[in-house]
Each structure stands twice: as C-alpha cells, then as structure tokens.
C-alpha cells in the first residue's frame, strides 16, 4: 500500500504509525521501566485454592526477615476504611432484588473464592526479598466445595459463592415478549435449535500489567504510573475506594503494550499499590508475572447459550429465543455485568430483520477469575448463537447460506433502522456486503478447492458470518487544543493509546484541520492532571474521540481569529484561516498560526471542547473462512480468510486493515487454539503459555480483507464505524462454521469451541463407532 508524504496529515490517505520508530527501537516507555529512589518492591501471597475460609495468617512467620518493611491483610485495608472494587450497574436478581455477589475486596477478608485471589501483600527493599518473604508466609486454610463448571454452579444445590443469596445466580435479566416468540414458534414451519459453549479465554497483552505508586513524607499527593486503558476512570474509582479528593491522586499513563480489554478493569493490585505507598509513604513498585496474569487477571468469554430460531416456510425469520448462561467469576464486576446483560442484546439479531425475540440470561458465579472485557465484549457473544444458527437452518432447510441471509436482511431502504433491543442502527447496505464477500472469496469456486483437499486426504469446509457492532461505549469525550511555546500544538485527549495507532490519527486528522505539519502535532494522553474524558474502549477511541478533536479543531480556530483580529486590529467576522495563516479577508495582511501563538501569554491560545454524539456507530460486515481438516489427525488450518467490512470512513486505512487483521487473529486464536481450563476443585490448568495455546504467525492464512466504505456512518462528523473489534466478532463464527461444515459429510453435527486436534479427532471416532454398533 502507498504511503503519503509523512510530513502533512491527511484524513482518507494510509499512513505509517508515527508510534512505530520509537516502539521498534526500544525506545517505549513502559511502568517497569520506571524506578525511583527508595523504591519498595510489593509482592502479592495469592490463594493457592478454589475456594477455603481463612482460619489466621501468621504475620510473625516472616516480620524478622531481611529486607522486609511491612505485611498486610484484607484486616488492615478494612481497619483503615478501604473500600471494596465498586460494582455500580443497576442490575436486578430474578426476584427483583438488586445484583448481588460478596464484595470483592482488593485483599480478602474471611473467605476466597478463586485460585490466584490476593490474601495478603509483602512489601520489601528488594523485589527478591519481597518474593522469598511471600513465599514463606503462613496462611492457615479451611477449604470447602467449589464449583467451576458454569452449567453445575446454576443447579440449586450447587456449592454458594456469597451467604446472602440463595444459589450462584447473581443476576438475571429477561429481554422481549416470551408470549408473542410462543405464539410464533407454534406458528413455525421449521425451527433450529443449538447448544452452544462461547469458551473462556484469557487476554494475553505483551506487556504485563504493572504499577508504580509515588508516595513520600512530605506531601498527601500520591502519583500512581499506571498501565491502564481508561485512566480517567481509574482515577474516580481510586478516589472512591480511598476516600481521596481528586487533587490528592494523579495517575500517569505512558505506553501499555496492548489492552484487548484486561487493562480497562480496576484490578485489585491498583488499590494494593497505591495503599502500600500510601501507609509506607515512600514509592511502590508491583510488575505482574505472566502466571499472575493468567490467574488473576480477567479473563473473557464463558457462556454457555441455548439457541432457537423460527422460520417461515419461506425461510423467512419468525422469532429468536436465546437461554444464557454467562459466566461472571467469582464476583460481579461491571464488565461481568454488562457484557451479557447490556451488549449482547444490542447485536444478537445482527444484520436480519427479526419480528420477535426473548432473551432469557442469568449471570452465574463460580470459583474461577472474574469476568471482564475482551475484545468484543459482548458483540462475539451474541453475534456467535446468531450466526451459528443460521448456518445450520440453512443446512436443515436446504437452502444456500449467502440466500437465507439475503432473504432476511434488513433492506437498505428500511435505514435507520430500530432494532428490537431500542437501538438506531443508522447506516449500512448489508446486501452489497455480503454479495463483495461472495464474489472476492470466490463462493462458487469452493468446490473444486474441495476436491483438490480431499485429494491430499483432507476434509475442506466453509463457513460464513454476517454481523454488526454497536460501538463508542459512552458518547462523550473532552479534548484540549493549545498552542506551546515551542512553536508545536499540543492536543490533550482522554483516549489512551494501546497499539491502536491514535497518535498517528490524531495526528493526521489536526495536521488536516489546521493546516500544520505532523511533527508540529504534539498528543498528550494519560495524566489526569492534563486530559479529561473517558478512556478507549468499546471501539470508542476515533469514533468519539476523534469526532471531538474535529470539533475542537474549529473552536481553536474560531479563538484563532478572535486573537488575531485583535493583533491586527481588524473584526473577527473579517478574519478568515488558510494554508496555515490568519488573514484579514481581501487584503494581504495576515499572521500565521505559529507567530500568532508566539505573540500570546503563555498558554493562552488554547481551547477545551466536550462532543456529545447522540447514537453509536454501526460497522458491520461479511467473514469467509475455509478449513482443512486432518481426519487423521483431528488437526485443524485455517487455509483462507477473507472479508468485507463497513468501516464508513476510513481515516487511515491501514490502520483500519491492521485493526481488522489483529481481530480476525484474536478470533481464530478462539476457535482453533485458546481454552482457559479449570478443574473441579478451583485450580487453573492453564496457567502459562506452556498449557494455554496462543496462535502464531504460521497458523494463519494471509487475510483477504477489504473495506466497503460507501455508506458512511451519520451519527458522528468523521462518518467513521469503530473498527478496533470487528474483527473478531466476524471470524469466530465464519472459522467455527467452515469447521462443522468440513465435519458434517463424516456425520458430525456438533461443535464447540475450540477445534484442539484430540476434540475433532474424538468427534470423527464417534461416528464411527456410533456407526458400527
């Protein structure tokens, strides 16, 4: 792809990341690169069990050893007043009561309830020290039953997580009218059913989480370097678990070594770090091992879903009914929450027209890590079911894939459109879509490429999805425009950067708007003593974000004018702004940008806008996949990939084609490969990159995706869809289907997630044997 001339930004054009040169030379600034003096090493003592009452912890096993400063326990954060991880939605129970779950406090107090649950900290001088103490520090335990399998820990009689509720349901939520989907499942001429696993995955960033919290004698204020997506939002719940003004609390974000949504929940080891420097009054240093990650950080996924679609004799939609089952972990967190609760509903029809549908979702606790956001979070979920049914409707019914789809569609003309879960689905031509699918993988042509696999003894299969996303998350996002000293523009934006190439789109979008030079473009992001706003998730970052700095833009401009018109003595209204100058229109008299700037008290020429969008973008698209299958084997390749994806207006495109093609690996990293195991007593069995498969480069195809860019969004002045996401809710369930399809001609007609060889080959064997007997 060609590239344009890097010294001007232009909206539409692809661009390098400008983030690329200082990241690929070692030069990123991560929170473990960090040290100060008298810096103390914070150690966290986990629980090695599922589940036990904490009977004492013997502080005196390690108080004498070297190096160590301090010890303590969930006794002393509840002593001191700390508050537990805040679990805010207004999510009812299915008798009406509010959510309910035990509070998750950052250490424990009396009881754990996952293995990898911090129990107690050890904070020393050297990270070593604070290590070898940990490890000899006495916990007197009383276990008692768990209960990891999500189906068992919805039973009645199941082992409790919380003493206040009745079983594990935590919360639950009906959607839609149950008597009306009746009436037209009654009506049905024919009806798919599938029982489906979305399967656990843990987030796996290259860069550890890690923290580093400034605290010294003389001062109350606490600096906290964090690795963390939404640092505004870090901060309130900081603030609220300490019961700190906001002044007292700054948190510094520098570069994060990848998100996918682990790094926007507030973790325990936030409120631990900041309490140890808080109480020893010096800095506090934690970085995460990777077994740490995989044990106690969030993990995604985790649903098991019942799934029922009716149809006309036509193949037209009647109804859809779903029954959730959503895996929150040991505690309700937001993201726990929301994700089945207040996403999934919003895409589970996904581009079709459906009359009628009831969701029926109950959020289940269980002795495991907590839920929280994966990239995604909640759209694969619901796209999943959805276009798993169709799939096997079109193979019960006889009818092509791409024809059931386009038979249901939601028609062009029907734009903007309601979806059955209140929203406006603003843009889009979903027909167009799939047909440039079809046509650019070739559909027609399968079957000779079957032939080929089948000649080298391997099954071939495809499989299609269709989806839409609801992105921008919350539609408010502040940005700070000002003119530096130095002759550069600085903009201050809440975003966070997380290897989704914001810098270099900011960049280009305010070098476009006023007309400067890139490296005149300055993006300062992640201090909370700078920027304001709500941080990058849900897709959310240009979308939002990008929608205030062109506002923004304007109102700097218009400020501008006001100053240059007082500079040169002329009306504001005969002020006007090209090719980087301010120029009295008609004449020749004008200041440039930068030497109005200098004529400025310092700091003066700067501009703070808040955008409110009124609806969330749209993107939507079309996923092809094809399999090989080793029926000797059960191994799995993915030997094409292709899609087209509305991304309304794209601003740099090859960001956009490297956001698609990251999702798209994260998504067959889902289905071919990844499976956070857990055994019935609590432990992880895979706890490392030794026992939990991540894709390599090797296991992918190259991906033939395109953009369909016609039908730009409306709802935001960019015209730009979210894009961060969409590739992983599309290819999950295209490579999910393209696996059952290779299968069904060898009689199997079921398949969850993952595709591990021993599973396919266990799934071929039974045919046969079934068919022996």
């Known amino acids: 792809m060609n590239t344009m001339n890097p010294n001007f930004g232009k909206s539409g054009q692809p661009m390098r990341r400008l983030e690329d040169d200082r990241l690929l030379r070692g030069q990123g600034r991560f929170v473990d690169n960090l040290n100060f003096s008298k810096q103390a090493y914070l150690h966290v003592v986990r629980s090695y069990l599922g589940h036990a009452k904490i009977k004492n912890i013997i502080i005196d096993s390690i108080s004498g050893m070297s190096g160590v400063l301090a010890v303590f326990t969930g006794e002393d954060l509840a002593r001191d007043g700390i508050l537990p991880i805040p679990m805010t939605l207004p999510y009812k129970r299915p008798g009406g009561e509010p959510a309910l779950s035990a509070p998750y406090h950052a250490l424990a107090q009396e009881r754990v309830r996952f293995v990898g649950q911090p129990v107690a900290v050890v904070v020393a001088e050297s990270k070593a020290e604070a290590l070898e103490a940990g490890e000899c520090l006495e916990i007197e335990y009383e276990e008692i039953p768990a209960v990891t399998d999500l189906q068992q820990a919805a039973v009645p009689d199941a082992p409790r997580l919380c003493d206040e509720l009745p079983d594990n349901i935590g919360a639950a939520q009906t959607e839609g009218d149950a008597e009306e989907v009746e009436q037209a499942f009654a009506q049905a001429e024919h009806v798919t059913r599938m029982e489906l696993v979305n399967n656990r995955v843990v987030g796996s960033p290259l860069e550890p989480r890690g923290l580093l919290c400034e605290a010294y004698p003389n001062t109350e204020k606490l600096i906290l370097h964090s690795m963390h997506q939404s640092v505004t939002r870090l901060h309130s719940v900081l603030c609220a678990v300490f019961q700190l003004e906001p002044e007292q609390l700054q948190i510094i974000v520098r570069d994060i070594g990848g998100g996918f949504g682990t790094k926007v929940a507030v973790h325990p080891e936030d409120i631990l770090v900041v309490y140890a420097a808080k109480k020893l009054k010096r800095p506090v240093k934690w970085t995460a091992t990777r077994t740490e990650e995989f044990q106690a950080s969030v993990h995604g996924r985790d649903q098991w879903n019942y799934a029922e679609l009716a149809f006309d004799a036509t193949g037209k939609i009647l109804a859809l009914r779903v029954h959730?089952?959503?895996?929150?972990?040991?505690?309700?967190?937001?993201?726990?929450?929301?994700?089945?609760?207040?996403?999934?509903?919003?895409?589970?029809?996904?581009?079709?027209?459906?009359?009628?549908?009831?969701?029926?979702?109950?959020?289940?606790?269980?002795?495991?890590?907590?839920?929280?956001?994966?990239?995604?979070?909640?759209?694969?979920?619901?796209?999943?079911?959805?276009?798993?049914?169709?799939?096997?409707?079109?193979?019960?019914?006889?009818?092509?894939?791409?024809?059931?789809?386009?038979?249901?569609?939601?028609?062009?003309?029907?734009?903007?459109?309601?979806?059955?879960?209140?929203?406006?689905?603003?843009?889009?031509?979903?027909?167009?879509?799939?047909?440039?699918?079809?046509?650019?993988?070739?559909?027609?042509?399968?079957?000779?490429?079957?032939?080929?696999?089948?000649?080298?003894?391997?099954?071939?299969?495809?499989?299609?999805?269709?989806?839409?996303?609801?992105?921008?998350?919350?539609?408010?996002?502040?940005?700070?425009?000002?003119?530096?000293?130095?002759?550069?523009?600085?903009?201050?934006?809440?975003?966070?950067?997380?290897?989704?190439?914001?810098?270099?789109?900011?960049?280009?979008?305010?070098?476009?708007?006023?007309?400067?030079?890139?490296?005149?473009?300055?993006?300062?992001?992640?201090?909370?003593?700078?920027?304001?706003?709500?941080?990058?998730?849900?897709?959310?970052?240009?979308?939002?974000?990008?929608?205030?700095?062109?506002?923004?833009?304007?109102?700097?401009?218009?400020?501008?004018?006001?100053?240059?018109?007082?500079?040169?003595?002329?009306?504001?209204?005969?002020?006007?702004?090209?090719?980087?100058?301010?120029?009295?229109?008609?004449?020749?008299?004008?200041?440039?940008?930068?030497?109005?700037?200098?004529?400025?008290?310092?700091?003066?020429?700067?501009?703070?806008?808040?955008?409110?969008?009124?609806?969330?973008?749209?993107?939507?698209?079309?996923?092809?996949?094809?399999?090989?299958?080793?029926?000797?084997?059960?191994?799995?390749?993915?030997?094409?990939?292709?899609?087209?994806?509305?991304?309304?207006?794209?601003?740099?495109?090859?960001?956009?084609?490297?956001?698609?093609?990251?999702?798209?690996?994260?998504?067959?990293?889902?289905?071919?490969?990844?499976?956070?195991?857990?055994?019935?007593?609590?432990?992880?069995?895979?706890?490392?990159?030794?026992?939990?498969?991540?894709?390599?480069?090797?296991?992918f195809p190259f991906f033939e995706s395109s953009t369909y860019a016609d039908a730009p969004c409306l709802t935001n002045p960019l015209g730009a869809k979210g894009v961060g996401e969409i590739g992983v809710v599309g290819s999950i369930p295209a490579i999910a289907n393209a696996i059952l399809d290779a299968l069904w001609e060898r009689g199997v007609r079921t398949f969850d997630m993952p595709a591990f060889p021993q599973k396919i080959w266990n799934l071929l064997q039974n045919v046969i044997k079934n068919s022996n007997e």
């Open 324 to 699: 959730t089952l959503a895996n929150t972990g040991a505690y309700l967190t937001n993201p726990a929450l929301l994700i089945p609760l207040g996403l999934m509903s919003k895409v589970i029809t996904s581009v079709y027209h459906i009359p009628a549908m009831y969701l029926d979702t109950q959020c289940v606790l269980t002795n495991t890590a907590p839920i929280g956001a994966y990239r995604g979070a909640g759209r694969p979920e619901g796209i999943y079911p959805m276009e798993r049914l169709m799939d096997m409707a079109a193979r019960e019914m006889g009818i092509d894939p791409v024809s059931l789809r386009e038979r249901n569609m939601i028609r062009t003309e029907s734009l903007p459109y309601t979806t059955l879960a209140g929203d406006v689905i603003d843009s889009g031509n979903f027909k167009e879509v799939i047909k440039r699918a079809v046509r650019q993988m070739d559909w027609v042509g399968f079957e000779d490429r079957k032939a080929e696999s089948e000649s080298r003894g391997l099954l071939r299969g495809r499989g299609l999805a269709c989806y839409v996303e609801w992105t921008g998350g919350e539609l408010t996002e502040t940005v700070r425009i000002q003119a530096e000293a130095d002759g550069t523009i600085s903009l201050y934006s809440g975003t966070q950067g997380m290897g989704q190439g914001l810098e270099t789109v900011f960049s280009q979008l305010l070098s476009e708007q006023l007309e400067i030079p890139l490296e005149a473009v300055r993006i300062v992001q992640g201090d909370t003593d700078q920027v304001k706003g709500l941080g990058s998730f849900g897709s959310r970052s240009l979308f939002v974000g990008g929608s205030a700095l062109l506002v923004g833009a304007k109102d700097f401009l218009e400020k501008g004018k006001e100053l240059a018109a007082n500079e040169l003595e002329a009306a504001v209204e005969d002020m006007a702004y090209q090719n980087g100058r301010f120029e009295v229109v008609g004449t020749s008299i004008g200041l440039g940008l930068f030497e109005l700037a200098a004529r400025q008290a310092e700091l003066s020429f700067s501009t703070e806008t808040v955008k409110n969008l009124e609806e969330r973008s749209w993107p939507n698209g079309c996923h092809i996949a094809e399999v090989e299958i080793d029926p000797e084997t059960g191994s799995v390749k993915l030997v094409r990939h292709g899609s087209v994806d509305d991304t309304g207006n794209p601003i740099n495109p090859m960001i956009v084609e490297g956001q698609l093609h990251g999702g798209i690996a994260q998504g067959a990293g889902q289905v071919l490969l990844e499976h956070a195991v857990y055994d019935s007593e609590g432990q992880i069995l895979t706890g490392s990159f030794m026992d939990y498969a991540m894709p390599r480069a090797d296991d």
